[in-house]
């Protein structure tokens, strides 16, 4: 079983880690991270690897270019591995399960701000890994962008990732309302959308939202999908509706000029209170103003009581 790429901290220093269940021995996934010919199949350079702690290893990005050398800092033997890549630390550990074998690999990072440009890369790769081991052939696939909307929803997920490092630049990552070529933006850096039923005009809002208050929309987005499956959507006087069914909604959110504000029309019985209203006797308003302070566990409390109570009919 995969799971998706976690930000965490390994005796003080960013890192990403990953973790993959598999139904094969520890021995054979030995093989594939430490075998350069295997290697050569999944990891993002050809590897020469003398197996043991503080060997060598060498690194062959390009043809052509210079190698890089690495510092092997721990090998046990079918256990687990870790050595140096330049500025980061690669480490992988196997540990035997009764159904095979528990894969844990961390890469700690010597950039914290090349955290989701790492991790897309790496998930592009570890899903090459997934099909060595089973015998599959390898991927026909030869799109050297693919990594690039991994990045995109890591970034949102808050895994820092600053826009200009590694090849991204900010421009490619801004709405199109930011440059000049997307919806209007209204008072308050609120994009104008037209009305619509469904999917794709929420998304097109999402999409227009401006700089910070993008990556809050699309993790607002990202929380009531997850909370509330098979949601329904619309767009409404430029803000995006989500209801229990077309035509009763319990939550919106739209685009101020310090702040995104989410508000929840029978916000009145929500527990713990959203803290600010009322506009309207029973409609509550939450402001966040930046991604880092987005409480989620408390969104996610206030979204699931919302979308059980009665829905507003507009």
Same mark, same amino acid.
């Given at each position: 079983?995969?799971?998706?790429?976690?930000?965490?901290?390994?005796?003080?220093?960013?890192?990403?880690?990953?973790?993959?269940?598999?139904?094969?021995?520890?021995?054979?996934?030995?093989?594939?991270?430490?075998?350069?010919?295997?290697?050569?199949?999944?990891?993002?350079?050809?590897?020469?690897?003398? $197996?043991?702690? /503080? !060997?060598?290893?060498?690194?062959?990005?390009?043809? *052509?270019? #210079? +190698?890089?050398?690495?510092? @092997?800092? %721990?090998?046990?033997?079918?256990?687990?591995?870790?050595?140096?890549?330049?500025?980061?630390?690669?480490?992988?550990?196997?540990?035997?399960?009764?159904?095979?074998?528990?894969?844990?690999?961390?890469?700690?990072?010597?950039?914290?701000?090349?955290?989701?440009?790492?991790?897309?890369?790496?998930?592009?790769?570890?899903?090459?890994?997934?099909?060595?081991?089973?015998?599959?052939?390898?991927?026909?696939?030869?799109?050297?962008?693919?990594?690039?909307?991994?990045?995109?929803?890591?970034?949102?997920?808050?895994?820092?990732?600053?826009?200009?490092?590694?090849?991204?630049?900010?421009?490619?990552?801004?709405?199109?309302?930011?440059?000049?070529?997307?919806?209007? $933006?209204?008072? /308050? !850096?609120?994009?104008?959308?037209?009305?619509?039923? *469904?999917? #794709? +005009?929420?998304?097109?809002? @999402?999409? %227009?939202?401006?700089?910070?208050?993008?990556?809050?929309?699309?993790?607002?987005?990202?929380?009531?999908?997850?909370?509330?499956?098979?949601?329904?959507?619309?767009?409404?006087?430029?803000?995006?509706?989500?209801?229990?069914?077309?035509?009763?909604?319990?939550?919106?959110?739209?685009?101020?000029?310090?702040?995104?504000?989410?508000?929840?029309?029978?916000?009145?019985?929500?527990?713990?209170?959203?803290?600010?209203?009322?506009?309207?006797?029973?409609?509550?308003?939450?402001?966040?103003?930046?991604?880092?302070?987005?409480?989620?566990?408390?969104?996610?409390?206030?979204?699931?009581?919302?979308?059980?109570?009665?829905?507003?009919?507009?």
């Amino acid at each position: 079983m995969k799971n998706r790429a976690r930000f965490v901290d390994v005796e003080g220093r960013p890192a990403i880690r990953f973790e993959r269940e598999y139904p094969y021995p520890q021995e054979r996934l030995w093989s594939a991270v430490t075998d350069p010919a295997e290697l050569s199949r999944w990891f993002p350079a050809a590897v020469d690897i003398e $197996l043991r702690e /503080g !060997g060598t290893i060498t690194f062959a990005d390009e043809p *052509g270019a #210079e +190698p890089t050398k690495g510092t @092997i800092l %721990a090998c046990e033997s079918r256990g687990s591995l870790s050595y140096t890549w330049e500025g980061d630390e690669l480490g992988f550990t196997l540990n035997p399960t009764p159904q095979g074998c528990l894969f844990v690999f961390v890469n700690v990072l010597g950039d914290r701000e090349t955290a989701a440009m790492v991790a897309a890369g790496w998930t592009v790769c570890l899903d090459e890994f997934d099909a060595l081991p089973a015998g599959e052939p390898p991927s026909q696939e030869t799109d050297s962008e693919a990594w690039r909307p991994v990045y995109e929803l890591l970034h949102r997920r808050r895994i820092p990732g600053g826009c200009s490092r590694a090849g991204t630049r900010r421009g490619d990552l801004m709405s199109e309302s930011e440059k000049g070529t997307g919806p209007k $933006l209204l008072s /308050g !850096g609120n994009p104008q959308i037209p009305k619509g039923m *469904g999917r #794709e +005009p929420v998304e097109a809002y @999402i999409v %227009a939202m401006p700089e910070w208050k993008h990556d809050i929309g699309r993790r607002l987005d990202e929380l009531i999908l997850e909370e509330v499956p098979g949601v329904h959507n619309a767009v409404k006087w430029n803000q995006p509706l989500y209801g229990t069914a077309d035509d009763s909604w319990f939550l919106t959110f739209r685009c101020f000029t310090n702040y995104v504000q989410l508000s929840f029309f029978r916000g009145s019985s929500l527990d713990p209170l959203p803290e600010k209203g009322p506009k309207h006797p029973e409609m509550r308003y939450h402001d966040i103003r930046r991604l880092e302070d987005l409480d989620e566990d408390k969104v996610r409390k206030w979204v699931r009581q919302a979308a059980e109570l009665p829905g507003e009919k507009m």
